[in-house]
């Protein structure tokens, strides 16, 4: 019995696929499933890049904390005022000021012999005819009294080492010592004297302010004390030719070396096959760096510590603290931009991720800014430019954080949440125009006949036959070959 077909009422479905299509459709699946699995080819093209690739991300991190200490060092040795800034804060150390105290004391007291001044006194009392009994309990009378008056000049100069004229005199002391240091290491050492490979602090200055406070508070004594010059030792080095062989390589390193560890960075990333893998890796692996350099801090600050006896070792400690106070801000700094990175490559990375994050901010911004003002001429001018929006967002805040004088972690931190807030703008924005409606269909009666088509008429492929409704009165009986429905 023969099976008549009736046109369906709907939409019609598509032509079969050709043998030659299904043979290009087999072909582009085995290409996407060489990819996917890492075939052997891509893999032999790109193990140089990739091998490259990470050896130059290892190195660059390696030589991080090397630069960020070397660019510490060359400015605390070479700016005399940028040393001072970090050196001036020990004064108000109450350890530091402890060991100020104790030494300054010290000095007043060998040239003024308390003990001997009192056993005078009684000498003299004794001659002017006193009974012997009232000469003997004097006597007694003069450890308890040298005793009181050291306890009086130690506690004048602890208030003068407290005071802001005794912080102006350790600036200028700082000054004058860094500038000492720097003609030594430089080779310049024509004007000074020293003492095997050590660098004093003078402390005369600061004697000639005790001097003149102990005199106004009625200790004249003190007058007695002459122009001297005691020390602080400063800075040690095992030999002095070394320290100015190490002072000049680290004034050549401090200006390359940063820049070797940004090419070596910025080249390997751009070296891998998956750049923004290889950005969290490189984020990562700085973090990673400075959190070895301050590591390495502590166990310096220990050593040092250990090395001094033990009354000194609280204002060695705080010594310590406060002059690496910079290095320890820059690698702070230097391990939070580390985490944006990785951040900033695992968001954009194509894990799923990242992509599901990404996809759904969109969702959630593209809901929002549905409305009046959807496809606007702002609009649509942002959507065919939002690469180059995207880039010079970036790129801004690049610039920012290369120019801030005083770079920190909080600081980057900041530049991050705006630049999210610039590129969640964007993409708020960028909407495209909508497109103009089609215009609607005419009525069927309008429309012209369709011509004719032999059965055995070849369509071209892809092309679907427009229906047509046949008369009740018409069967039409398919062709031979035609596929049944």
């Known amino acids: 019995m023969t099976q008549l077909d009736k046109p369906e009422v709907g939409p019609v ?70 040393f001072v800034r970090s050196v001036s804060p020990l004064v108000d150390d109450p350890d530091v000021q402890n ?51 050291q306890g009086f000049v130690r506690d004048k100069i602890a208030e003068v080492v407290a005071s802001e004229r005794f912080e102006s005199a350790w600036d200028q002391a700082i000054r004058v010592a860094h500038r000492q240091m720097d003609a030594v290491l430089s080779g310049d050492a024509e004007s000074i004297v020293v003492r095997g490979d050590t660098v004093y602090l ?6 000639d302010v005790v001097k003149e406070r102990l005199s106004d508070a009625g200790l004249t004594a003190v ?16 030999t002095l030719v070394r320290a100015q062989s ?10 390359v070396l940063p820049w070797v560890v940004l090419m070596l960075l910025v080249v390997g990333i751009y070296l891998a096959r998956n750049r923004w893998r290889a950005l969290v890796g490189t984020g990562l692996g700085l973090a990673l760096s400075m959190v070895v350099l301050a590591a390495g801090l502590l166990v310096a600050r220990g050593l040092l510590v250990g090395e001094v006896p033990a009354a000194a070792a609280p204002a ?67 959507h065919r430019h939002v690469r180059g929006l995207r880039i010079g967002a970036v790129a801004a805040a690049v610039l920012v954080f290369v120019f801030l004088t005083e770079p920190s972690g909080a600081a980057i931190l900041v530049i991050a949440a705006v630049l999210l807030v610039v590129l969640a703008v964007i993409e708020f924005l960028g909407r495209p125009g909508t497109p103009p409606s089609p215009a609607p269909a005419p009525p069927a009666d309008d429309l012209p006949p369709a011509e004719p088509t032999s059965p055995g008429a070849a369509l071209p492929p892809g092309t679907v036959p427009a229906p047509a409704t046949p008369p009740e009165s018409e069967v039409t009986i398919p062709p031979a070959g035609a596929t049944r429905s």
């Open 13 to 82: 479905p598509s032509p079969g696929v050709t043998a030659d299509e299904r043979a290009e459709l087999d072909r582009l699946r085995r290409e996407v499933q060489v990819l996917r699995d890492g075939g052997r080819p891509a893999r032999r093209r790109f193990r140089w890049r990739s091998l490259l690739s990470v050896v130059l991300v290892v190195l660059g991190c390696v030589l991080a904390p090397v630069a960020g200490l070397a660019v510490w060092t060359n400015n605390q040795l070479s700016d005399t005022d940028r």
């Open 99 to 149: 060991a100020l105290t104790n030494r300054l004391t010290a000095t007043v007291f060998e040239y003024v012999d308390v003990q001997q001044l009192a056993d005078d006194a009684v000498t003299e009392l004794s001659g002017l005819g006193l009974p012997p009994e009232l000469v003997a309990r004097l006597s007694t009378l003069t450890p308890t009294l040298t005793s009181a008056v």
């Open 202 to 207: 003078d402390l005369a200055p600061f004697i």
């Open 223 to 238: 007058d007695l004390v002459p122009e001297v010059h005691p020390t602080v030792a400063l800075a040690q080095a095992d």
């Open 246 to 255: 190490a002072y000049s390589a680290m004034d050549t390193v401090a200006d």
């Open 316 to 382: 060695t400690a705080s010594g310590f603290d406060i002059v690496v106070t910079y290095l320890r801000l820059g690698l702070r700094t230097l391990l939070v931009l580390g985490l944006v990175l990785a951040l900033a490559g695992f968001l954009a990375g194509r894990s799923e991720t990242a992509v599901r994050i990404r996809r759904g901010t969109a969702r959630r911004l593209h809901g929002l800014r549905g409305g009046p003002s959807a496809g606007s001429p702002v609009a649509t001018w942002v």
